[in-house]
Antibody
Framework: QLQLQESGPGLVKPSETLSLTCSVS??????????WHWFRQPPGKGLEWIGY???????YYNPSLKSRVTISVDTSKIQFSLKLNSVTAADTAVYYC??????????????WGRGTMVTVSS | IQLTQSPSSLSASVGDRVTITCRAS??????LAWYQQKPGMAPKLLIY???TLQSGVPSRFSGSGSGTDFALTISSLQPEDFATYYC?????????FGGGTKVEIK
């Protein structure tokens, strides 16, 4: 059964780069033809979509974050990563990786990681 | 595409029928999903395609609507249903969510 697990530093200093990894178990990123997504949720607030990567390496980002975001796939094809540079306190949030029900860009998300809290503070 | 959920919060009793609405700023066909989120947990998919129940989700949950107006109904509220509910549009990118509806115990 497919499972996702986020990992990375829980504390990042302002102006530095936030780096997170989503480990995939129960499936291979390189053979699934799936889209792999990142979301985030500031404390006490709603959900925001960050971007996705296709197993081929194609990416698409939220225009509100596009200038600061990079999503990549690990060459071993068992994890994908999120980098967000020039962070501020507004980037403090729980970050989730997720996969939609099928390899369709209009599908809902049935598989989510448990989320990882990242705090931006000096 | 902006999604406006209402109400933002509600108080209800076990056994009550509860309806949450979600209005899109433009037509999104039936590309709408509903999620349930409990504190400290990831969102859980309840409904996709506006009205299709996700596998394993109790039949007391139902979704309706198309175009710009959608609703999530819980026919008989159970203790485990007290949570925050979000709608999400999947018609176009960037994907967006409604602001959430917190369902609390009366």
């Amino acid at each position: 059964q497919l499972q996702l697990q986020e990992s990375g530093p829980g504390l990042v200093k302002p102006s530095e780069t936030l780096s997170l990894t989503c480990s995939v178990s129960g499936a291979s990123i390189s053979s699934s033809n799936d889209y792999w997504h990142w979301f985030r949720q500031p404390p006490g607030k709603g959900l925001e979509w960050i971007g996705y990567i296709h197993y081929s390496g194609t990416t698409y980002y939220n225009p509100s974050l596009k200038s600061r975001v990079t999503i990549s796939v690990d060459t071993s094809k068992i994890q994908f990563s999120l980098k967000l540079n020039s962070v501020t306190a507004a980037d403090t949030a729980v970050y989730y990786c997720a996969r939609p029900r099928s390899n369709n860009l209009h599908e809902a998300f049935d598989i989510w990681g448990r989320g990882t809290m990242v705090t931006v503070s000096s | 595409i902006q999604l406006t959920q209402s109400p933002s919060s509600l108080s209800a009793s076990v056994g009550d029928r509860v309806t949450i609405t979600c209005r899109a700023s433009q037509g999104i066909s039936n590309y709408l999903a509903w999620y349930q989120q409990k504190p400290g947990m990831a969102p859980k998919l309840l409904i996709y395609g506006a009205s299709t129940l996700q596998s394993g989700v109790p039949s007391r949950f139902s979704g309706s609507g198309s175009g710009t107006d959608f609703a999530l109904t819980i026919s008989s509220l159970q203790p485990e249903d007290f949570a925050t509910y979000y709608c999400q549009q999947l018609n176009s990118y960037p994907l967006t969510f409604g602001g959430g509806t917190k369902v609390e115990i009366k």
